[in-house]
């Protein structure tokens, strides 16, 4: 009932008090003038709840920051400090005020008038109505079974944007320990490669070496400080990529420790759920909410093709004072529209619905038949650069003992510590591809989904949006 006041006998005022009791009321709400980036001192103070968490492996993990944070707790920050899905969580609760609209009853109508003669000897003369909108009832449970579906599918869709992510954020944690791992290893490099060509400048200074020789070695230096400069822009992009992921304020150095190789799918886990994909994966699963919820805006268009019936009762005066009652029907006759527009339109939806889970479901097989075949490879290639290590690694040390006896020139001692320095690059690109395309594998096959997803039901999220305590 709208929040309407006017003048009324003292009886009424209970009543009136009664139905104005559950009116909502305004309350302003400003934007925020700063930013909510997490600070150094305002990280060390986060507090997680791993129970919360939308996966198992990040519910059994125990969020500690004080000692640097590992693969699992920049996955956890993320979860609870990512700015999409702030917006997911507020989207879901959209959806959950819009199902609660949804099995609203609709409220009864009322008509009230009042005529005034113009003649001396008449009373007035007036006329009370109540009416109910019969179709809004007939078409209610349809509806509300709709936007119960609509909540599950984004409840179902914010756990996907999660579990996103979540593999995201593993991913720039195993990019950023590779280039930390990876930028020594090529300052080294162009270091080598700069020595060498201060020596042979020197030399062809003396006219010593040709010229050519001096060229030769300032561009081979040139490019090992290029693939340096080039590491650590790629370092600064995955530091804001990262912080941006998490929420943290850009001049924030997260302190990042623990392993970054992650074990492969063992083939009977792998299969196993390749078999159970659409009960798995969140957004197969959200998409088949989806279609359950067009199935019922389906089935509403077609209640609504029916005639719509409004039923109310009236109460009336004349100005001789005659009394009657009587009751009022209004009914639209089905002869031109009968819905059948919004009919077709909704079948049309239905069969999009349908056409874009089975899309998502080829796309699912797909990628991880690409994903399994990339990483097959990459271990091939990961295994041919640490076998052939522990020999580069001899004829560097070899190497350095025979410059260092200047048994050997300079050149050919910055040619083995460059092989073995480059294969050592090499291997941690792969380690670093390699750990990539498992995160997404995982996050490709899903996970075990609690029983509110698997179930037809209407509860919320076992998986409820988290907050982290500051």
């Known amino acids: 009932?709208?929040?309407?006041?006017?003048?009324m006998p003292f009886r009424a005022l209970p009543v009136a008090a009664l139905l104005l009791g559950g009116c909502a009321v305004y309350h302003a709400k400003p934007l925020p003038s700063n930013?909510?980036?997490?600070?150094?001192?305002?990280?060390?103070?986060?507090?997680?709840?791993?129970?919360?968490m939308p996966l198992p492996a990040l519910a059994a993990h125990r969020f500690d920051p004080s000692d640097g944070f590992d693969i699992d707790e920049v996955a956890m920050l993320a979860v609870v400090n990512n700015p999409?899905?702030?917006?997911?969580?507020?989207?879901?609760?959209?959806?959950?005020?819009?199902?609660f609209s949804a099995g609203l009853l609709p409220d009864p109508q009322v008509g009230i008038?009042?005529?005034?003669?113009?003649?001396?000897?008449?009373?007035?003369?007036?006329?009370?109505?109540?009416?109910?909108?019969?179709?809004?009832?007939?078409?209610?449970?349809?509806?509300?079974?709709?936007?119960?579906?609509?909540?599950?599918?984004?409840?179902?869709?914010?756990?996907?944007?999660?579990?996103?992510?979540?593999?995201q954020a593993r991913q720039l944690y195993v990019k950023t320990r590779f280039q930390d791992e990876a930028l020594p290893l090529l300052a080294q490099q162009s270091d080598l490669a700069q020595q060498r060509y201060t020596r042979i400048a020197h030399a062809a200074s003396e006219h010593n070496v040709t010229s050519d020789a001096a060229t030769a070695a300032l561009t081979a230096?040139?490019?090992?400080?290029?693939?340096?400069?080039?590491?650590?822009?790629a370092r600064e992009q995955s530091h804001h990529d990262l912080n941006a992921l998490l929420g943290i304020a850009p001049d924030v150095e997260l302190p990042l420790t623990g392993d970054a190789q992650l074990a492969p799918v063992d083939p009977a886990t792998l299969a196993a759920a390749l078999d159970a994909l659409p009960q798995r994966r969140p957004d197969l699963i959200a998409l088949q909410a989806g279609y359950d919820a067009q199935e019922q805006k389906y089935r509403a268009a077609i209640l609504n093709q029916f005639p719509s019936l409004s039923v109310g009762f009236t109460r009336q005066r004349d100005t001789s004072?005659?009394?009657?009652?009587?009751?009022a029907i209004n009914l639209t006759l089905p002869v031109f529209n009968r819905n059948r527009g919004n009919i077709a339109i909704e079948q049309a939806t239905r069969q999009h619905l349908a056409d874009e889970y089975q899309g998502r479901l080829n796309t699912a097989r797909a990628d991880i038949a690409h994903l399994q075949a990339d990483g097959a490879l990459a271990s091939h290639q990961?295994?041919?650069?640490?076998?052939?290590?522990?020999?580069?690694?001899?004829?560097?040390?070899?190497?350095?003992?025979?410059?260092?006896?200047?048994?050997?020139?300079?050149?050919?001692?910055?040619?083995?510590?460059?092989?073995?320095?480059?294969?050592?690059?090499?291997?941690?690109?792969?380690?670093?591809?390699?750990a990539e395309q498992r995160i997404a594998l995982q996050a490709l096959l899903g996970s075990t989904i609690a029983e509110p997803y698997g179930a037809a039901n209407n509860n919320t999220s076992a998986f409820a949006p988290t907050s982290a305590t500051r």
Not at 321 to 327: A, K, L, P, V
Request: proline share 2%; charged share 25%.
């Open 382 to 434: 990961l295994d041919e650069d640490e076998a052939a290590l522990p020999e580069l690694d001899r004829a560097a040390a070899n190497a350095r003992s025979a410059y260092a006896a200047h048994d050997i020139a300079i050149g050919q001692y910055v040619d083995a510590q460059s092989a073995a320095l480059s294969r050592r690059v090499d291997a941690a690109t792969t380690r670093e591809a390699l």
């Open 84 to 99: 999409d899905l702030r917006l997911a969580r507020d989207d879901l609760h959209i959806a959950q005020a819009q199902a």
């Open 221 to 233: 230096a040139q490019d090992a400080r290029k693939q340096y400069v080039d590491m650590q822009r």
């Open 35 to 52: 930013d909510s980036l997490l600070t150094q001192d305002a990280l060390e103070r986060v507090q997680i709840d791993p129970a919360k």
């Open 113 to 167: 008038s009042s005529d005034y003669p113009g003649a001396a000897g008449l009373s007035r003369a007036f006329s009370y109505g109540l009416s109910m909108d019969v179709m809004a009832l007939v078409t209610r449970g349809a509806n509300k079974r709709s936007a119960d579906a609509t909540v599950r599918k984004t409840d179902l869709g914010l756990l996907w944007q999660e579990w996103q992510v979540v593999a």
């Open 1 to 7: 009932m709208s929040c309407l006041f006017f003048r």
């Open 321 to 327: 004072e005659i009394y009657t009652s009587g009751f």
